[in-house]
Structures are given as C-alpha cells and as structure tokens.
C-alpha cells in the first residue's frame, strides 16, 4: 500500500532533538467528533493523525503513546505498529506518554484521549507510517554515507544492511535526521509483518511487577503535599459552614483551604490529611439538593417507561403488529447505577508557578483536562503541562468531560498556593459520582409462531451521559443521546423488524453520569439478548437457533455465534445442575458471542466457564485480545452479580468494596478465547467482551431455574 | 519509631497510629505497595510481616516494631518471590498493573507456606485481592506454572 504524504499534508517537522531523530506528523483537522467509521478511511477529510518516536545513538528506539496505557495493552500494541514498518529490534523499544499537545490528537475524535475501544485501529495507519518514514530516513542516510542507491539497501532488526555491511539505526539517526523528509512512504503488505498479529508479551509486565511502574498515586517530590477533600454528601449540596480548629491542630496538616467542590485539608502526607478532614465540622446546604430515594426511582422511571418518549427508531405501526402476534412479550427491566471504581483511587497532583501548571496524574482526556486547567489558572493551554502516568484502570472514569478531579487538584493548588497531590479514598471514589446511569427498559414485542418479531415497542428511560458536555452538539440529535439507546435503536433485531418504535426518555438528576466500560451496550445488551431469550422461550425455539435465524443476514454475528457454539458444544449435555445461556452483541466494531456455564444452588450462582468468540477484524495483538476479553468476563460478571449504587436519602449507600461489591479470583469462570479468523477493518476490544456477559449468565440462570432475571445485580433474588 | 524494611532499619518519625502502608510509601517513600481501599478488603498493601501476608492498610505502623517487613521492591531478591515474578511475566498476567505488587505479595506468601497449592488454596489465599481488570485467571496459572518451577 502506498500512501501519498503530500496530499495528506502532514510531514511537519524531521528535527534533531536532544535524543536523536525525531518524526513528527501533523495533518490539518478537520473532525466531527465520535465520526469513527468515517474517519478511518484514508480517502475522507481526515484528522489529525501524528506520531513520535525517538531513535538514539544508542539505538533504543522510544515509541510515544497518544494513547494512555491503563490495562488495555496500548504500551505493547502502539509499538508493535511502528516496528513492523521499522524493522526495528523489539527488544530496543521503550515506550513512554505523549504529553498533551495538538500533535496527538486522536485520529477520529478531534481530542487527545483514550476511549471508545478505537486506540489500536484509530491509530493503526498513523504509527505505520511514523514507522515507515522513519525507516525511508534511516535507508536515505545509509545510501548516503555508502553512496550507493536505496534499492540497493535492506532493513533487519534495527540495521540497514548492504551485503556484508551494516549500520545500526543509532548509528544512522543523526545522519538520518537531516535529511528532506520523503513525500510517500509505502507500507507493507500484511505477508510481511512480523509483529502485526502476533502473540506478543506486554512491554510494561517488567516494571509492573516488581513495584517501580509509576502511577499518579506514586508522584512524590520536594515540597509536594497531599490533600484530600470533603465534598458534599449529597450531589447538588453546597458547603454552609466548616470549622476547621481541630483539623489545624491534626500533626501534619498545613493548611484548610476552600474549593468549589467542597473543603480541602493539606498535609504532609495521607495519613493527616486523612484525620484532618475527619476534625472538620462542615454544614452543608442540603435543600437545593437531590435527596433521591432508589426505591421510588425505580416507581418514577417505571411510570415514564410506561409512555412513549423522544423517538429514536420508528417504522411501520407497532400497534397493528402486536395485534397480528401470536405471542406477545412484555417486560421490564431495571439495571442501576454502577460506579467504575478503577483499582487505584483517583488522584492528581499540581504544581502551579510563574512558568505555568504542571500535572501529574492518570488521564483518559488530556485535552479537555489541559483546557480546564488552563482555564482555572487562567493561562494559555500551552501553559499547562500533563505528565500522564500509568493509569490503576479507567474503565471511562478518567476521562472525564468535565475534568472534575484534575479541575479539583488544581483549584486546591491554587487556594492553598502549594503544589499538592490530591487523593481520593476509596469511599471518596464511590461516592463521588460520575456512575453508569440508571436504566430502565420496557418492551412490548409481538412474535410469530416461529419466534420472529413482527412489532417491537421499546422504551429506554435513563440520564443522558452526554447532556451538558461539549460533545452534546454531536452527540444528542433531535433529543436523542445516541449513547442512551446504542444496542437497542441500531439493533439487527429492531431493525429487521416490520413495525418497531424505540424511544428515550432522558432523565434529568443532579447525579453526575458518565460512560462506564461499554457505555450504552452495558445495560441494552443485556435487555435485548435477554428479550431474544424470553421470544424462544415463548415460541419454544432453541436460543442459539433462533438468534441464527434473526441474525442469518449478519454473517460476523453468524460467525461468533457458530464459532462460541462449536467450541461450547451447544446442544451436548452439561454435567448435572450446569446449564447453558448465549448472548451475542456487536458494539465498538467488533462482534461477540458469550456462552455462559451455570450453576444455581439454594440461591448460589456459579458461573463455571464463559466460552467467547470475538470477531474485531484484523487482529495486532492476539495475546492482547484474550487478555481483554477475560477482563470483560471479569468485569461484566461481577456488576450483573454483585454491583449497584443505590440511594438513600439522596446518600449513596455503598462506600467501599464490602458493599460495592465486585468480582474476586474465587468467582472467575474459566474464559475461553476464541478468534474468528478476520480481514475486516479493525474494531475495539477493550469493551465489546462486555456487553453479552450478564444476558449470557442470565439466559443460562433462566435454563436451570425458569425464573428470568430482569434486575441487576443479581444479588440475592434467586434466594 | 524504627522499622526493618527489607532488611534496612530505617527510623521513622511517624505517630503511633500511623497504619504501615502509609509510614512505607509516604514517610519510607516506597511506592510498590499500593492503596486501594484503606480497609483490608482489595489487598493492594499486602506486605510481609515475619513472611505472613498483611495488609499494611490496616496494620498499624506501631505493630511492625522488631518484626521484619518485606515489601515488593525486595522481591527480586527472593527465590519464591522470583519465580513468581518469572511466571507472571511469561503468563502475561499484568494489565493496569496496580493491583499486582499486592498480588505478587500474598501470592509469595502462599507458595512459601504450601509449595504447591490446588485451586482452592489459592482461592483461599488469593480471594482477599481484587484485580479490577481481572487477570484472575491468569493469576491462578502463574501460580501453579511458579509452584512447578520451584518443585
Ligand atoms: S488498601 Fe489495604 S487492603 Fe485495600
Ligand atoms: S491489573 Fe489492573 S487491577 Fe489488577
């Protein structure tokens, strides 16, 4: 393949810097954001794809990440892109975080950030071709300093090579650095990629295991305190009056500053700050607050679901279908509140001087996280610096449109005129908002003897992530927010239905809400596969044969689920009490089909095996991709059996993880990975795994018990 | 008050109360052993006391006085803590990696205690430390491909 540079316009910069050559892209924006599908063809108006890497005299090759490495292996995929085009020695790759800056904006959303499960394909062009670039400039320098034609040259492992001779990349990367960039680079076919689709083992296992892998937590320097803030228990609460005495005499604590999100105590380390906060006699303003009760929520959000909202999806008359019916399903479904708590609390720490703003921390967002502060402080965004660290998981928390825990960390820097690390507990973590939004589903589906649909009336009832951030304008059209009714409007199913009526209600709380690992798929998969699974029940079908039917022009669904079944043995007899429950679902690109193996003793569920088959296109990392999807089992699993954030009083009842409950190593299944062999266009990985886990688990809890679950968590409800 | 970490008496001007996880990473300055919940339900602190697996969150600092504390950082130095290491990492168990140095911690501290476990100890002995990426999976083969390695 080859890709004319010149007309992308890129090529800003081949500069000699401190460490040797560095190639640097830049390509004209011109961006809708979350416009995914449109962006990765080359032939569109494209955005702004850039890459870095560095080749020093030493011959490590380091590889910049536009991306934040927080699990989803993008230390180890982003590099392997490069050294294929390269031909570089694996073993001479480090990597590092870009920081923020124009340059790495993501090549589909217009910002700097990493979400949506798009890191590998959104970048799958742009750091081939710094790869290849940099190889085109390493050859040039060769050819030069033998004087002889380019054609005459090879690359192998981190050296150009002519006969006998050889020069390694370092040795060239001064050298190569002068040079006129070229104005096309060809990229390899894929029979010549010896990285692109291999198993390969994580570059950042080394320094994660033995303790040195820096995370936010884990900035220290001279003069940097630590704060923890006492926010308002209540969302929407605001601070009355606080008596801070007794925190100022706490050994260790410096100062007690006021910020908009509540009373900060600075300290010399966690320690005090933690037992100073304690000391601070607040009062807060409870009034104006949102004192909801989950329990009549639930009644609210139920009695909404019982009317039509804003219409997402329409066709035919669902009225006359669901006369024409043979069976009719009707039913309901709740799914709560659920907070991601990634393992390492959140934090962030800031030091502010006459330079500018400098911020450590573990962003999924640096563009707008660099925009609020900058903002904040009052500076250019230039002024601000992010030092992205490792992330302790993401899972959407932190990326936050709103930026609130480095806004935070910043305006306790200001007022208390130190530079401070801000930490969060893990109390502070559950009850800080910014959750997975409340659903509530009801569905009215009309069915022929054969378990077709003819009519599908289904209303969504649910806070809209996207109101109020400043993806709003792309993402909201005509009072729909696509990630509220995603899974459920654009559904094979609904689509392929005669007459059908999808419509929204979008709630509106002061209970902040944000996308939580597979955002809208996370609760609309598991209504749609559950409601698949009543419709065969009803009309007697087998679940896998009935979804083979409605799916038959979907060939990648078709394949996940022929390849799940294969290796699950569907139809073979299970030891006695395990029974079996499949779920398919595509989302963020890929296709997945989950077939869970259960077991249900007095109320106990168990959950012995998860056989997954994924098709997400052109596989990078194959290694990589299981990894994911035994991430997505274990992370699925543990809301559909454990998770919820519920209110009393407008007071988030759980605080830590003995009442937020999550999955623990004695409850994972065995997770069976299956890949269906593909060329398609790249998809996610890191979410798509998700979706189909809960509906798998309680389409098979329905085949041992005959009750369906229709709430989650599951909790108790089979006691 | 003074501690033995790794090896090293170090003197520490902390209070009483101060729990070890804090007196290790903000006063010792040792950063391997993380924080996740302060209430010994994710075992991200776990350290070593006299070799028995603790949560520093909630062991008071005043508890370690002339025990010996071991922390992730002094691993590498370990036979057992080396082949844990070794198998975590041809394994590929790592992903946001926070929650591993707790891991690698109680994981060490079973397999000196039962060289070679079968898949209930080690949920035993593992169930107390969430990994929310979850690498459990991994994480149970790593122990058994470690337990081989040592026999
Ligand atoms: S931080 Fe100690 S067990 Fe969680
Ligand atoms: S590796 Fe992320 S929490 Fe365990």
Partial sequence: MTINIARRGFIKSSVWGATGLIVAFSIPLGTRFMQVAAAAEADKPLPAPNAFLRISKDNTITVILAHSEMGQGVWTTLPMLLADELDADWKTIQVEHAPAAPTYIHTAYGIQITGGSTSTWSEFDRYRQAGALARALLLQAAANTWQVPVSALRTENGHVLHGKQSLSYGQLAEAAAGLPTPKQVTLKTPAQWKFIGKATRRLDSAEKINGTAQFGQDIQFAGLKTAMVARAPVFGASLKSVDDRAALKVKGVIKVVKVPTGVAVIAEHYWAAKQGREALILDWNIADADKIESATLVQQYQQLAATRGVVAANAGDTTTGLTQAKHTISAEYVLPYLSHAPMEPLNCAVKITDAGCEIWTGTQMQTTDQAAAAKICGIAPEKVTIHTQFLGGGFGRRANPRADFVSEAVQVALAANLPVKTVWSREDDIHGGFYRPMFVHRAEIGIDSNGHPLAWQHTLVGQSIMKGTPFEAFMIKEGVDATSVEGVADSPYVKATAHHHVSLHSVESKVPVLWWRSVGHSHSAFVMESLIDEMAHASKQDPLALRRRLLKDHPRHLATLNLAAEKAQWGKPLPAGVFRGIAVHESFGSYVTQIAEVSVNQGEVKVHRMITAIDCGLVVNPEGVRSQMESCVSFGLGAALKSEISFKQGRVEQSNFHNYQVLRLNEMPIVEVHLVPSTAKLGGVGEPGLPPVAPAVTNAIFAATGKRIRSLPIGEQLA | ?151
């Fill in chain 2, 1 to 151: 008050m003074q501690l033995s970490i790794n090896g090293k008496m170090t003197e520490l001007d902390i209070p009483e109360d101060m729990p070890l996880l804090w007196a290790i990473r903000d006063i010792a300055g040792l950063n391997g052993t993380k924080f996740g919940c302060g209430m010994a339900q994710c075992g991200a602190c776990t350290v070593h006391l006299d070799g028995q697996a603790v949560r520093a969150c909630m062991t008071p600092a005043s508890v370690a006085v002339g025990k010996k504390i071991t922390t992730i950082e002094a691993m590498q130095d370990d036979r057992v803590g080396q082949a844990i290491q070794a198998a975590w990492q041809s394994i590929d168990v790592v992903q946001c990696g926070y929650c591993q140095s707790g891991q690698i911690m109680s994981a060490t501290a079973l397999l000196k205690q039962n060289p070679n476990p079968n898949d209930a100890e080690i949920d035993a002995a593992m169930s107390g430390n969430i990994c929310r990426c979850g690498t459990y999976q991994r994480i149970r083969s790593a122990i058994h491909s470690a337990a081989k390695s040592l026999a």
